[in-house]
Each structure stands twice: as structure tokens, then as C-alpha cells.
């Protein structure tokens, strides 16, 4: 069984097999916690991303799917990239929001990690409230992880987000 663990913290700080990055569609970085990544991680990361440009994802990601490269020089083995949806009152992208966890799990599970840190996806300049993102990715993750990854850490930037992480987690 999978556990779910929370931290407050950086995700680019964490010791785990994978790190989901929440990606734009381009793959080449921007701002939060993709362009975070980026940083940290090293010039590898962009070179692997921009193969996958050249190659299967001319344009760009689609959203809810994930694609793994090299962590470069985090503290993993791998980033896995995810692109969430933007937030909209008119539409209801829940489904792809899931997706994102479900597939970067699923990727994780191919991978063999038995460790991946998730960010809170689309709850930053993508708009998605935060307790919504909390309900679907906690409930996602508990639906669809792979036995053999044994810990789902989300690793929340601030106390707020922890805090929302928390209550949704013992519901």
C-alpha cells in the first residue's frame, strides 16, 4: 500500500526516486515550480526536454499526460513532467487535473520509483483552488498508485497549502 506523506518545503530539495514537475507544454521551462526545477536541476533536464520537442512532442505536452527525463542534479533519479489544466469557472477540467496524477503515477510505476514527490498542480499562476486540487490529487493518488511505489510525499510550498493538504488528507 502507498503512503501519502505531506512537507512543507521545496520539492527541488527532496530525496525521492522521481519529481513531478508541473510543466507547461513546451517542456523548456518557465516560471514556479517548473522553472525551479530547471534551475536546480541543471542544463540535462532542458537537453532531454528538448529531444522530446524534436521527437514524439513537437507540439508540446498535451495537458494531463506526463513524460519522465534525467533529474540532472536533483536529488532523484527523475523528473517526471506534467502539464495541469488551467482553472476555468465555465469548464469543469477536474478529468485532467486527475489525469495528471494518474499518469505521472503511472509513469513512476514504469520507471520503478518507489519514492515521488508531487507539487500541488495547477493551484499556482494556473488558478485551480487550492482545497479543489487537494480533494482531486489526494483522492487520485489513493484510486490509482501502484502497489510498488511505496510513497507519495506532496511537498507543499507554504504553511496554507500544507495546512489544506492536511484536512483533505483525514477526510
Not at 14 to 23: E, L, T, W
Not at 30 to 43: E, L, S, W, Y
Not at 85 to 95: C, G, Y
Not at 145 to 163: G, H, I, Q, T
Request: glycine share 10%.
Amino acid at each position: 500500500m502507498t503512503t501519502i506523506t505531506l512537507v512543507q518545503g521545496d520539492i527541488t530539495r527532496q530525496s525521492v526516486d522521481a519529481v513531478v514537475n508541473a510543466a507547461n507544454s513546451s517542456l523548456l521551462g518557465g516560471g514556479g515550480v517548473d522553472g525551479a526545477i530547471h534551475r536546480r536541476g541543471g542544463p540535462a533536464i532542458l537537453a532531454e526536454c528538448r529531444k522530446l520537442r524534436a521527437s514524439r512532442y513537437g507540439k508540446g505536452l498535451p495537458t494531463g499526460r506526463a513524460v519522465a527525463t534525467t533529474a540532472g542534479e536533483l536529488d532523484a533519479r527523475w523528473v517526471i513532467h506534467t502539464v495541469g489544466p488551467v482553472f476555468s469557472r465555465a469548464e469543469d477540467r477536474s478529468a485532467l487535473l486527475a489525469s495528471c496524477y494518474r499518469q505521472s503515477l503511472r509513469v513512476a510505476a514504469e520507471l520503478g520509483a518507489r519514492t515521488v514527490a508531487f507539487p500541488a498542480i495547477s493551484t499556482g499562476i494556473f488558478g485551480w483552488p487550492m482545497e479543489d486540487g487537494a480533494r482531486i490529487a489526494v483522492r487520485t493518488v489513493r484510486e490509482s498508485a501502484d502497489p510498488s511505489v511505496e510513497e507519495v510525499r506532496f511537498v507543499l510550498f507554504d504553511k496554507e497549502a500544507y495546512n489544506v493538504f492536511a484536512e483533505v488528507l483525514e477526510a
